[in-house]
């Protein structure tokens, strides 16, 4: 977009010029639908045009060149008193207010890519700049409706002069929506205090009163009274604000985090026990120096949601108790009887506890996870607000950090084959579970009795099993007799990799069925004179789109060198690298056996620690860490060069795994003479939990292994 199109003068009036909208593009692509979407703000299907809009100019968020150029309209739309959809113009441009707030426009992720991204960010901000000149005579329209819908732009603009008549509109403002409307600005920008309180409370207006209270205490405002004003008046407003439809103390945690701990006491007792659940585990997954207050909260529960009998809230409670429970280590054996108590009856509340004791080592968990298994195969626990997984995988955990399970392998294998037995379509799941456990026989027998019902996850757990003797013709035969016409493409050719083992012509099967790394790994492992011709046709230069088709890749190279000829393998080992992604470190691991290329490779590398590599979801700052390991493993990278680039990569991007390997990076550097970490450091002391995507066993393990790394 030209810079003069997005801050020419006249957007109110009629000096706008029209782009050239097919060569704009949104969310979907071509923005050639929006001028008529616009043009739908002024007739009767406003609400329809303004739904589609927010879906395409404003997806998620996100910000585009064709969201830049709608801009103009919008303010336009806005200063219309007969347009139908002028609040709905209004609505659209705080969200873009909101966004470039947020820096929506400094991520390149859903921009075309011939955008310069600084000067979309630049362009963007004028844009928001001019459109917020514009729109400062609209807070004093006579439509107290457009005055209210202004104030969701000044919400997000650091502006003095808007803070000023925000400020003054309050003070003459006659409309009560429209004051409660303004408190959220002046509370973003410092402008509530003690005085308006006080004034409040003397015009007597509740609602408004408890709209600037909410916000002191929302935006951490030193305000004193404030937290008493909200609960005061909780009963009789907290459903009108901030009317988002969601419940307003969750809001007012999520947004003042360990200040809202005043109200939440105060107003316990008025909120139903199922939503103080979702609140108490809210205030402990956004605060650290709150959560053993949050434990304590939820403890409290305990005794009215057993009574109460509501499977459903009480699920919620057991899901909590543990996500906050390994925060506060010293209310274990509390916690795990609460657990134990409530963890009774319905099969997902069944689940939900059994994997709460299981984590805590709590041997109850084995009886209780036996009754969430008598009425189905896969009884689903909770983890989280809204997520669920099946019994057997929250047991095993995520790929990226799977739980020990030896500690529990005889209770964990009588499950698996009580469930098998009871529930033959649930084998899947169970036999993935006990796949990962020694292979004792009874093991085997489990997945044995699985082959039959689920047998790409039975065969895959096998092939990474040492089978005992005594148990390898029962395998064998269970294998055998799967019907590889009546199964997947992914089953038959996990079968075959697993007979491999008993006969390795059965590798070359699997592969000409489904190319996958696990047949590859296996073939080269137990090589066939096959192999080498389609490791040969894996290496044609150009990494593949999916990850584990750049694994095979990476297997392809290693035999080809083992066989005499890297030269063959080096473009295609390089274009893995270039690619970045989830098997970045593998294919740097790979790479360093090419002695050859070593120069080549350090410039790629060092590279990478200066501006991390983009992948298919954006900047890859896991690599951009490997690649600093690497280059310290090889010596080539000076000690503060890698922790600056750990630090940068690591305040960006919280992915399970690459803290651990950033703090390896600081850790070393710091002993060889580095410095530089005190933005981190200043992070990481902030009560906020931040280093983890969602979970607080990631903050709190994260947070760990940063805080030791700096010493």
């Not at 000044?154 to 303004?182: I, M, N, Q």
């Not at 030193?222 to 909200?230: I, K, R, S």
């Not at 274990?332 to 009774?344: K, P």
Request: glycine share 8%; charged share 25%; with cysteine.
């Amino acid at each position: 977009m030209e810079r003069d199109r997005v801050a020419g003068p006249g957007w109110a009036g009629s000096g706008w010029d029209e782009p050239d909208w097919g060569e704009l593009e949104h969310a979907y692509g071509t923005a050639e639908d929006t001028p008529g979407l616009l043009a739908g703000l002024r007739g009767p299907g406003w609400s329809a045009a303004a739904d589609e809009l927010w879906g395409s100019i404003l997806h998620q968020g996100s910000v585009y060149p064709a969201t830049l150029a709608a801009v103009p309209v919008l303010v336009r739309l806005a200063h219309d008193p007969g347009a139908p959809g002028r609040s709905a113009a209004l609505q659209l441009l705080a969200g873009y207010a909101e966004s470039i707030a947020f820096g929506a426009a400094q991520n390149d992720l859903y921009l075309p890519e011939h955008v310069d991204v600084e000067r979309f960010d630049v362009d963007a901000r004028a844009v928001l700049a001019r459109a917020a000149a514009d729109l400062l005579p609209l807070l004093s329209d006579e439509d107290p409706r457009v005055r209210a819908g202004v104030c969701g732009v000044a919400a997000h603009l650091d502006s003095p002069e808007w803070s000023d008549a925000v400020r003054a509109r309050f003070d003459v403002e006659d409309d009560a929506a429209v004051a409660v409307a303004l408190v959220e600005p002046l509370a973003r920008r410092g402008r509530l205090d003690h005085r308006v309180l006080a004034a409040l409370l003397e015009r007597g207006d509740d609602a408004v009163t408890f709209a600037a209270a909410w916000a002191a205490v929302a935006c951490r405002a030193d305000v004193p009274g404030a937290a008493e004003q909200v609960v005061r008046l909780w009963s009789a407003h907290s459903a009108g604000y901030p009317a988002q439809g969601r419940s307003s103390l969750q809001l007012l945690v999520q947004e003042a985090g360990a200040h809202a701990v005043p109200v939440v006491r105060g107003v316990a007792a008025l909120v139903p026990v199922d939503e103080m659940v979702r609140v108490w585990r809210e205030l402990g997954a956004v605060s650290r120096s709150a959560t053993p207050l949050a434990l304590d909260g939820l403890l409290a529960l305990v005794d009215d949601l057993a009574a109460a009998g509501n499977a459903r809230a009480s699920t919620a409670a057991v899901d909590a108790i543990a996500t906050l429970l390994p925060c506060v280590p010293d209310r274990r054996v509390e916690g795990c009887d609460a657990i134990a108590r409530l963890g009774r009856g319905a099969p997902d509340l069944c689940a939900t506890a059994a994997v709460a004791l299981f984590d805590q080592r709590d041997e109850r968990w084995a009886a209780i996870a036996e009754a969430a298994v008598e009425t189905t195969g896969l009884p689903m626990a909770a983890r989280g607000p809204t997520a669920r997984s099946s019994l057997p995988a929250a047991l095993n955990g995520y790929p990226v950090s799977r739980k020990p399970l030896a500690w529990a392998a005889e209770a964990v294998v009588a499950l698996a084959r009580r469930a098998v037995r009871a529930f033959p379509d649930a084998a899947g799941g169970w036999a993935s579970l006990v796949g990962r456990l020694p292979a004792t026989p009874e093991v085997v027998d489990v997945l044995v009795a699985a082959v039959e019902h689920a047998p790409a996850a039975a065969a895959e757990a096998l092939v990474d099993m040492e089978v005992p003797a005594g148990s390898r013709e029962a395998v064998r035969r269970a294998l055998a007799g799967v019907d590889l016409d009546g199964v997947d493409e992914w089953a038959a050719s996990k079968v075959l990799v697993a007979l491999g083992r008993f006969d390795p012509a059965q590798y070359e099967r699997a592969w000409a069925v489904r190319e996958s790394s696990l047949v590859l790994r296996e073939w080269a492992a137990h090589p066939t004179p096959g192999l080498a011709a389609a490791c040969l046709a894996l290496l044609d230069g150009e990494a593949r789109v999916a990850h584990d088709g750049r694994a095979c890749q990476l297997i392809a190279a290693r035999v080809v060198v083992a066989g005499g000829d890297p030269e063959r393998a080096w473009p295609t080992v390089r274009a893995v690298l270039e690619s970045a992604g989830q098997r970045f470190t593998e294919a740097v691991a790979v790479a360093r056996e090419f002695p050859e290329h070593r120069a080549e490779l350090v410039a790629l590398l060092r590279g990478f620690t200066v501006t991390a590599p983009d992948d298919l979801f954006g900047p890859d700052h896991r690599a951009a860490i490997a690649a600093a390991e690497a280059l310290q493993e090889m010596d080539e990278i000076t000690p503060q060069e890698a922790v600056d680039c750990a630090v940068r990569a690591v305040l960006a991007d919280q992915w399970p795994g690459a803290v651990e390997v950033a703090a390896r990076v600081i850790e070393r550097g710091l002993r060889a003479g580095a410095a530089g970490v005190g933005e981190l450091r200043a992070r990481l002391e902030l009560d906020e939990r931040v280093w983890g995507r969602g979970e607080v066993a990631d903050d709190e393990r994260n947070r760990a292994v940063l805080t030791a790394a700096l010493g």
